[in-house]
């Protein structure tokens, strides 16, 4: 799983990416990457647009 946090007072959730390894869709386990946040610049760090089905596998688009 992908996902941004804001750890400051701006409540910038653009410049870190967190990845987690989960379990499933429920979430019960979530287990965080070694190196998170993995990235650290709002160029790049930004999720993307909302997950989407294609060919039968979830896909999440990025914009750049």
Same mark, same amino acid.
């Given at each position: ?5 804001? #750890?400051?007072?701006? #409540? ?23 190196? #998170? ?9 930004? #999720? ?17």
């Amino acid at each position: 799983m992908f996902t941004n946090f804001s #750890n400051d007072g701006f #409540n910038d959730h653009c410049s870190e990416l967190y990845v987690y390894k989960v379990d499933s869709l429920l979430l019960n386990v979530m287990e965080p990457h070694a190196f #998170n946040p993995t990235i650290t610049d709002a160029r790049t760090a930004r #999720n993307a647009r909302r997950i989407t089905s294609r060919d039968g596998k979830m896909t999440r688009l990025r914009t750049h």
